[in-house]
């Protein structure tokens, strides 16, 4: 059983930055694809990024590609995720999650999620 627990949220001006953490515990993180999720109010689940447990590969949702880059640091089983030029529209509250493999926007695991919230 892995736990995932996500901070850095909060509330920020359109144009601003953010850079959110999760933490992972119970497995062996350095195994794990990690990827980050979103979901606003009264919509889907939207996959934001992607990458592979060694951090060599990483992809991204059209809407934030160019803006946001995910990262991880394996020796403190942390996936990061960093926003610069945050729009209205990335309101929404952020999971990370474990994923079944890389290719497939499926999460094994999932955080309680932070809110992030940008004022226009």
């Known amino acids: 059983q892995v736990q995932l627990v996500e901070s850095g949220g909060g509330l920020v001006q359109a144009g601003g930055s953010l850079r959110l953490s999760c933490v992972a515990s119970?497995?062996?993180?350095?195994?794990?694809?990690m990827g980050w999720f979103r979901q606003a109010p009264g919509k889907e689940r939207e996959f934001v990024a992607a990458?592979?447990?060694?951090?060599?590969?990483?992809r991204y949702a059209d809407s934030v590609k160019g803006r946001f880059s995910i990262s991880r640091d394996n020796a403190k089983n942390t996936v990061y995720l960093q926003m610069n030029s945050l729009k209205f529209e990335d309101t929404a509250v952020y999971h990370c999650?474990?994923?079944?493999?890389?290719?497939?926007?499926?999460?094994?695991?999932w955080g309680q999620g932070t809110q992030v919230t940008i004022s226009s």
């Open positions: 999650a474990v994923l079944r493999n890389y290719y497939i926007n499926l999460h094994v695991y």
């Open positions: 990458m592979s447990w060694s951090g060599s590969l990483t």
């Open positions: 119970g497995g062996t993180f350095s195994n794990y694809a």
